[in-house]
């Protein structure tokens, strides 16, 4: 229950600087976490990225002030960090749907976005089957692409990334290496600093890596394995949001913040839908 705690505090910090800077790096420092894993827990937990919130938080503040205040528009487009007139509609626009010089006008419909908050709902109607397995260092090889601390761009990148890789002759290739049973493709998401953030589609192997690929070594670690069917791009999402929400607050293990990995069977083809398994590192709660 921690780590919510600490999630909670740092989105304090952002309410209470709606209307000032808001430092990520400062909301990660909070949270006890690099910028990165601020932003990607963030997106899971809350299903908006930390940009889309404070966006929406700033614009709904800002359609209070222009209803209870005949304050000039431009100064409340300083006051939330907008220096552009234009900016400012734009965004504006993005969560009401109107222009700002609308949202006096009596009648109209605006949009309200709260605080997040996050608490623990505990309905035991869905159960989370899971195994906790320890596995040593696994080397996988294969080909990835950079990430960024802008959970939106990756959210979008990945799925591009594939996409491309499954329509050409690298997917194949990279199934080829797999000389670990049972054999599967794996997406691997690796941080080390905000310049070294990647995502791979790879295999686990012992043997030799084509000049074309790059070869990675996952550390040894306690695993978490959930396994799911379904459509894959909301199911991972999903099988995440649980994992932070309802089955880490009470297992007694934190996140380790090492590779996060997909594991997928085989395919001819991209699928929608399919079997697969989420693996998430984890170490034991020092408070135990």
Known sequence: MEWLKKLSSAI????????????????????????????????????????DYIRKRRMTQAAFELQRTDHKVLDIALKYGYTSPTSFNRAFQSVHGIPPTAARNEGCVLHAYPAVTFSVTVTGETPMAYRIEQKGPMRIAGIRIPLTENMEKNMEGIPAFWKQTMEGPKFREICALADREPRNILGVSTYRDPQNIFYYIAAQTEGPVPEDMLDYTIPAATWVVFESDGSLKEQVQSIFRRFMTEWLPFSGYEYAYLPDVEVYPIYEKQPENGHFQVWIAITKNKEE
């Open 12 to 51: 304090a910090y952002i309410e209470e600087n709606l209307d000032k800077e808001i430092s990520y790096d400062k909301a990660a420092e909070i949270a006890c976490c690099s910028t990165y894993y601020f932003q990607r827990m963030f997106s899971y937990v809350a299903g908006i990225p930390l940009s």
